[in-house]
């Protein structure tokens, strides 16, 4: 396998060829936040937390969709870019009802561990307080509640990608979007679940959740991705 | 000794959670006590709130017109003002009310609720008038630091006001500025 080096934040590390800059970065000890990207499903580059400065780009790259070349040079913490990670985190919090005392995955919720991590302690956009369709218990299992989906399409990648199912999209566009399921239609109704649970595994807030858990009850496992994953592509079922 | 410095405690639209917390500090509330005075609180009777505060405590979200004119008061007579818990940082489970029309919720509590409370013109003339959105305090005036949690922990609580007597920023590590 080649190898390229890359300059991050002044120091010099290498990467395989073909890396994304957020493996490059990760390989190398730096550390970037992400919501949407979850190791095993293919990026989206949704969230935009990880948006780094390359030299010689115009604009701001999103790592983990953006391959990292030969001789990149990349900074990944300028006040830029901390301050623009917060805001996102700060947008995120208005948009729909995060009300986290009163949350499922309150203590499993990767919006809320970045926000305390990022130092996010408040928003200052005034809270949008959408009214959203009502939250779907229909599932024998699973629910879904909207007002707590960030729009990563975690749930969506996994039931694609991993189960092969392809129960889970997203219907309208920008603000608009909801996730659906099947032809939008009540969970329990669907004919293509096949009731896995990985799309709840992989949310990253309280949006998928079982059924018959409550406020701070939900925890989430991701392991299962690496393990499928490898198993498939390099035929090593192996736990380790 | 210097003079104590003057502390108050405000419970806006809140369920006072965040007081119940603020009293878990336990017995570390007397060395708190030796060197505060407490000027202004539920916890306490005095009607009106005083000038020349120090820092302030405000809990609860502004749901009505009497929260806006004592959050009012209270940034003008404060010097450090404190975002204290969830719903004066967020709104929270306050703010629930939000997508409702303001007219169903209290027709829907006044009118169709069980109980003796007083209904319809009756009510409005002695109940404080509901904003028409719940809001979290700083849509209304600067606050000088924001405390989440749902109640904010007793730990927390403490080290927000010691740092702020001590006249520091208070320095929180991650764990301690989680929402709910």
Same mark, same amino acid.
């Given at each position: 396998?080649?190898?390229?080096?890359?300059?991050?934040?002044?120091?010099?590390?290498?990467?395989?060829?073909?890396?994304?800059?957020?493996?490059?970065?990760?390989?190398?000890?730096?550390?970037?936040?992400?919501? +949407?990207?979850?190791?095993?499903?293919?990026?989206?580059?949704?969230?935009?937390? +990880?948006?780094?400065?390359?030299?010689?780009?115009?604009?701001?790259?999103?790592?983990?969709?953006?391959?990292?070349?030969?001789?990149?040079?990349?900074?990944?913490?300028?006040?830029?870019?901390?301050?623009?990670?917060?805001?996102?985190?700060?947008?995120?919090?208005?948009?729909?009802?995060?009300?986290?005392?009163?949350?499922?995955?309150?203590?499993? +919720?990767?919006?809320?561990?970045?926000?305390?991590?990022?130092?996010?302690?408040?928003?200052?956009?005034?809270?949008? +307080?959408?009214?959203?369709?009502?939250?779907?218990?229909?599932?024998?299992?699973?629910?879904?509640?909207?007002?707590?989906?960030?729009?990563?399409?975690?749930?969506?990648?996994?039931?694609?990608?991993?189960?092969?199912?392809?129960?889970?999209?997203?219907?309208?566009?920008?603000?608009?979007?909801?996730?659906?399921?099947?032809?939008?239609?009540?969970?329990?109704?669907?004919?293509?679940?096949?009731?896995?649970?990985?799309?709840?595994?992989?949310?990253?807030?309280?949006?998928?959740?079982?059924?018959?858990?409550?406020?701070?009850?939900?925890?989430?496992?991701?392991?299962?991705?690496?393990?499928?994953?490898?198993?498939?592509?390099?035929?090593?079922?192996?736990?380790? | 000794?210097?003079?104590?410095?003057?502390?108050?405690?405000?419970?806006?639209?809140?369920?006072?959670?965040?007081?119940?917390?603020?009293?878990?500090?336990?017995?570390?509330?007397?060395?708190?006590?030796?060197?505060?005075?407490?000027?202004?609180?539920?916890?306490?009777?005095?009607?009106?709130?005083?000038?020349?505060?120090?820092?302030?405590?405000?809990?609860?979200?502004?749901?009505?017109?009497?929260?806006?004119?004592?959050?009012?008061?209270?940034?003008?007579?404060?010097?450090?003002?404190?975002?204290?818990?969830?719903?004066?940082?967020?709104?929270?489970?306050?703010?629930?009310?939000?997508?409702?029309?303001?007219?169903?919720?209290?027709?829907?509590?006044?009118?169709?609720?069980?109980?003796?409370?007083?209904?319809?013109?009756?009510?409005?003339?002695?109940?404080?008038?509901?904003?028409?959105?719940?809001?979290?305090?700083? $849509?209304?005036?600067?606050?000088?630091?924001?405390?989440?949690?749902?109640?904010?922990?007793?730990?927390?609580?403490?080290?927000?006001?010691?740092?702020?007597? $001590?006249?520091?920023?208070?320095?929180?590590?991650?764990?301690?500025?989680?929402?709910?």
């Amino acid at each position: 396998m080649s190898v390229i080096t890359v300059t991050i934040n002044g120091v010099e590390g290498s990467a395989p060829a073909g890396a994304t800059l957020l493996e490059a970065c990760r390989q190398n000890g730096v550390e970037l936040p992400t919501l +949407c990207h979850l190791e095993g499903l293919t990026p989206v580059g949704a969230c935009r937390l +990880c948006l780094v400065q390359v030299e010689g780009a115009r604009r701001l790259l999103p790592a983990c969709v953006t391959e990292a070349q030969q001789g990149m040079v990349v900074q990944t913490h300028t006040e830029k870019l901390v301050k623009y990670r917060k805001m996102t985190l700060e947008l995120l919090l208005s948009e729909r009802n995060h009300i986290c005392s009163v949350c499922v995955a309150n203590g499993a +919720c990767e919006l809320r561990t970045l926000c305390a991590q990022l130092g996010v302690d408040h928003t200052r956009f005034e809270y949008r +307080c959408p009214d959203l369709p009502p939250i779907d218990t229909s599932h024998e299992r699973n629910g879904l509640d909207h007002n707590r989906c960030i729009s990563c399409t975690r749930c969506i990648r996994a039931c694609d990608q991993i189960e092969g199912a392809h129960t889970l999209d997203m219907e309208g566009r920008g603000i608009e979007n909801r996730v659906i399921i099947d032809m939008n239609q009540k969970w329990g109704t669907s004919r293509s679940c096949t009731k896995c649970g990985k799309c709840v595994n992989v949310c990253p807030t309280g949006t998928l959740f079982w059924k018959g858990s409550t406020v701070a009850e939900m925890e989430k496992e991701v392991g299962f991705l690496h393990w499928i994953r490898g198993g498939r592509e390099k035929k090593t079922w192996s736990y380790l | 000794m210097t003079s104590k410095a003057k502390v108050a405690t405000v419970w806006l639209g809140g369920c006072s959670g965040c007081h119940m917390s603020f009293l878990d500090i336990d017995e570390k509330l007397l060395d708190l006590a030796d060197r505060i005075e407490l000027v202004y609180s539920p916890l306490v009777d005095r009607k009106e709130y005083p000038e020349g505060v120090d820092v302030v405590l405000v809990e609860g979200a502004l749901c009505n017109t009497e929260n806006l004119e004592l959050l009012l008061k209270v940034r003008e007579r404060s010097r450090v003002l404190v975002s204290f818990g969830d719903c004066a940082v967020t709104g929270n489970t306050s703010q629930l009310r939000n997508r409702l029309k303001i007219d169903d919720v209290l027709t829907q509590v006044y009118q169709a609720g069980p109980g003796s409370i007083p209904k319809g013109p009756e009510a409005l003339e002695v109940l404080p008038v509901l904003l028409p959105k719940v809001y979290p305090l700083h $849509a209304a005036v600067p606050v000088d630091f924001y405390l989440p949690g749902c109640p904010p922990d007793p730990d927390r609580i403490l080290k927000t006001v010691t740092a702020l007597l $001590a006249g520091e920023k208070p320095q929180l590590p991650a764990e301690s500025i989680t929402f709910g």
